[in-house]
């Protein structure tokens, strides 16, 4: 029977982590033939991509039987790895330290059995969020959430005063009968799990806090908004959203209100909101009226969709609406279409489009984006690479990637939308692509999750006893918990800043807001004060 070899990463905390440096271990098991590569570090999988490994490795390798030096070769980032023999029959070698947050990979092969290629990621520098807020008694509270355990002493030290209760290993809260003033700075230099550190950040104010706010910073800081970006901005008929418009107006490429509605027979309900239009008018803002298919009906749709008269009516509509004085163009918001009609919506867009563009007017057409080879009864029916062809402009519609019917989470994760542009911009021209943003709060609790502005939301999360504002790392959403198990996920200016830079980094034109008056007012000062203009 040939031996079974065992290849044992030992990866050793660089600092300490509390009061002892802990030790992963890592074990690569080789077996002949059927070439079964098994992976634990510290009793967890360890895979194929792994970005938390430590940055100083052991290599230890071992078999049933004594092995000599000669049985296995390694190699670290094609470097040669001296493997020397222990006292146990295994061979061992040692690596220098690697830096946070750097690639490689190691090779490992025993000849004639089995060769293995495992790459991976040194862990990065802790990401950590501070958030101070006036608790519903006017306690202030700090909440200090870490994705990565950091040393709690050193944590503590550089926190002034207060009560302290660590209420899990990655989260630190503390209060004061009053705001202690001065200013909260976290270390490079505070050591974390994993052989990390933390990484640097901004200072947070401890001065006072109006109730029902948060201050908060988070490290690292999201990168700088994008410079001159389209900004489609989506108005329903409420006073904030008007007022919205008309405070914001210079800030804003497009508005688009709401109130139109396209039946069955192609015929279209409603108007757009008046108030809004006059603002907008006033302002020299361009006007895009959205047009939704009514009640987001499918059987409704399909049966206008798949009726000739009914698709030349409706374009013959809208081609009306578009040259209306300060118009230009429409966008087209049809949602719930079945997969079925998906070649029937791809071809009254193409009508549309042609249509509008006889005229000189545009056409946006807002979508339901496609994760990386995956479509669902929400995406399927837009065919991306057809729509893109007919329409001026495609927003994607990402969010909702929690709501009513999930369990509480981002409404818009940054590593959901992520993988949305994965899937989304090889079937789009990115340079006609708008990233649509959520500007709506949802709270989970036992009536329901409704959608909320982002003021009236975390003031009555706040408001609750227990409140704890906590951190989604891979979303970069911020959240509170309150004690009675209700969970609130919100976007303010920084968590949105942290998604407005996947519009330069995957040249995306812009982005588009849903919906204006649910803001945070600090959204604002991330964007030009003066939008370009179509």
């Not at 006033?282 to 298919?293: A, F, M, S, Y």
């Not at 649509?436 to 408001?463: E, K, M, Q």
């Given at each position: 029977?040939p031996r079974?070899v065992?290849?044992?990463l030992?990866?050793?905390?660089?600092?300490a982590c509390?009061?002892?440096a802990p030790?992963?271990?890592?074990?690569?098991?080789l077996r002949?033939t059927?070439?079964?590569?098994v992976v634990?570090?510290?009793?967890?999988?360890?895979?194929?991509?792994?970005?938390?490994v430590?940055?100083t490795?052991?290599?230890?390798?071992?078999?049933s039987d004594?092995?000599?030096v000669q049985?296995?070769?390694?190699k670290?980032?094609g470097?040669?790895?001296d493997?020397r023999?222990?006292?146990t029959?295994?061979?061992v070698?040692?690596?220098k330290?690697?830096p946070?947050g750097?690639?490689?990979h190691?090779?490992?092969?025993v000849p004639g059995?089995d060769?293995?290629?495992?790459?991976?990621?040194?862990?990065s520098?802790?990401q950590?969020m501070?958030?101070?807020?006036?608790?519903?008694t006017q306690a202030?509270?700090?909440?200090i959430?870490?994705?990565?355990?950091?040393?709690h002493?050193s944590?503590e030290?550089?926190v002034?005063g207060?009560a302290?209760t660590w209420v899990?290993?990655?989260h630190?809260?503390?209060?004061?009968?009053?705001a202690?003033?001065?200013?909260l700075?976290?270390a490079?230099?505070?050591?974390?799990?994993?052989g990390?550190?933390l990484?640097?950040?901004?200072?947070?104010?401890?001065?006072?806090v109006?109730?029902?706010?948060?201050?908060?910073v988070?490290a690292?800081g999201?990168p700088a908004?994008?410079t001159?970006?389209l900004v489609?901005?989506?108005?329903?008929?409420t006073?904030?959203?008007r007022?919205?418009?008309?405070a914001?107006a210079?800030q804003?490429s497009v508005?688009s209100?709401?109130?139109l509605t396209?039946a069955?027979?192609?015929s279209?309900d409603?108007a757009p909101?008046?108030?809004?239009?006059?603002?907008?008018l006033?302002h020299r803002?361009?006007?895009?009226p959205?047009?939704?298919?009514?009640?987001?009906d499918p059987?409704?749709?399909s049966?206008?969709?798949?009726?000739?008269?009914?698709?030349?009516?409706?374009?013959e509509?809208l081609?009306?609406?578009?040259g209306?004085?300060?118009?230009g163009g429409v966008?087209l918001d049809?949602?719930?279409?079945?997969?079925?009609?998906?070649d029937a919506?791809?071809a009254?867009?193409?009508?549309?489009?042609a249509?509008l563009?006889?005229d000189?007017?545009?056409?946006?057409v807002?979508?339901v984006?496609?994760?990386?080879?995956s479509?669902?009864v929400?995406?399927?029916?837009y065919?991306?690479?057809a729509i893109?062809?007919a329409a001026?402009l495609?927003?994607?519609?990402?969010?909702?990637?929690h709501?009513?019917g999930?369990v509480p989470g981002p409404v818009?994760?940054?590593d959901?939308?992520?993988?949305l542009?994965?899937?989304s911009i090889p079937?789009l021209d990115s340079?006609r692509t708008?990233?649509g943003l959520?500007?709506?709060?949802?709270?989970?609790?036992t009536?329901?999750?409704?959608?909320?502005?982002y003021a009236?939301a975390?003031?009555?999360a706040l408001?609750?006893?227990?409140?704890?504002?906590?951190?989604?790392?891979?979303?970069?959403t911020?959240?509170?918990?309150?004690?009675?198990g209700a969970?609130?996920y919100?976007d303010d200016a920084?968590?949105l800043?942290?998604k407005m830079?996947?519009?330069p980094?995957?040249k995306l034109?812009?982005?588009a807001?849903w919906?204006l008056?649910?803001?945070?007012p600090a959204?604002w000062t991330l964007l030009?004060?003066?939008?370009p203009?179509i």
């Amino acid at each position: 029977m040939p031996r079974r070899v065992a290849v044992y990463l030992v990866a050793v905390c660089a600092v300490a982590c509390g009061s002892a440096a802990p030790t992963a271990t890592a074990t690569v098991s080789l077996r002949p033939t059927t070439g079964l590569l098994v992976v634990t570090t510290g009793g967890a999988a360890l895979t194929d991509g792994a970005n938390d490994v430590p940055p100083t490795l052991d290599l230890r390798v071992s078999a049933s039987d004594p092995l000599a030096v000669q049985d296995v070769s390694a190699k670290l980032d094609g470097n040669g790895l001296d493997l020397r023999a222990d006292t146990t029959g295994g061979l061992v070698a040692a690596t220098k330290a690697m830096p946070l947050g750097s690639a490689h990979h190691l090779d490992l092969a025993v000849p004639g059995r089995d060769e293995r290629t495992l790459a991976f990621h040194v862990v990065s520098p802790a990401q950590w969020m501070a958030a101070l807020h006036a608790d519903s008694t006017q306690a202030t509270v700090l909440d200090i959430a870490f994705d990565l355990a950091p040393d709690h002493p050193s944590v503590e030290r550089a926190v002034p005063g207060g009560a302290r209760t660590w209420v899990d290993d990655r989260h630190l809260e503390v209060t004061w009968s009053r705001a202690p003033g001065g200013s909260l700075s976290l270390a490079e230099s505070i050591p974390a799990a994993r052989g990390s550190h933390l990484s640097a950040g901004p200072v947070l104010d401890l001065r006072a806090v109006p109730v029902g706010s948060i201050r908060r910073v988070t490290a690292p800081g999201p990168p700088a908004p994008p410079t001159g970006p389209l900004v489609i901005a989506f108005s329903v008929g409420t006073s904030a959203s008007r007022n919205s418009v008309a405070a914001h107006a210079d800030q804003i490429s497009v508005v688009s209100p709401t109130g139109l509605t396209a039946a069955a027979d192609g015929s279209l309900d409603g108007a757009p909101d008046a108030p809004t239009v006059a603002s907008a008018l006033t302002h020299r803002l361009p006007v895009w009226p959205l047009v939704q298919n009514h009640g987001f009906d499918p059987a409704a749709t399909s049966t206008l969709l798949h009726d000739a008269t009914a698709v030349a009516r409706l374009v013959e509509a809208l081609r009306g609406v578009a040259g209306r004085a300060g118009f230009g163009g429409v966008q087209l918001d049809f949602e719930e279409v079945l997969t079925a009609d998906k070649d029937a919506l791809s071809a009254l867009i193409g009508k549309l489009g042609a249509a509008l563009h006889k005229d000189g007017h545009l056409l946006a057409v807002d979508v339901v984006p496609h994760k990386p080879g995956s479509l669902n009864v929400h995406s399927a029916a837009y065919d991306l690479q057809a729509i893109a062809a007919a329409a001026d402009l495609v927003t994607l519609m990402a969010y909702e990637e929690h709501n009513p019917g999930t369990v509480p989470g981002p409404v818009a994760g940054l590593d959901w939308d992520r993988q949305l542009l994965a899937g989304s911009i090889p079937d789009l021209d990115s340079g006609r692509t708008l990233l649509g943003l959520p500007l709506y709060t949802r709270t989970w609790s036992t009536t329901g999750a409704p959608a909320d502005a982002y003021a009236a939301a975390v003031g009555d999360a706040l408001g609750a006893p227990g409140a704890r504002v906590d951190y989604d790392f891979s979303g970069a959403t911020p959240l509170i918990h309150a004690a009675a198990g209700a969970v609130t996920y919100f976007d303010d200016a920084q968590s949105l800043q942290a998604k407005m830079a996947l519009v330069p980094e995957d040249k995306l034109t812009g982005i588009a807001v849903w919906r204006l008056g649910f803001e945070d007012p600090a959204l604002w000062t991330l964007l030009p004060q003066s939008a370009p203009r179509i």
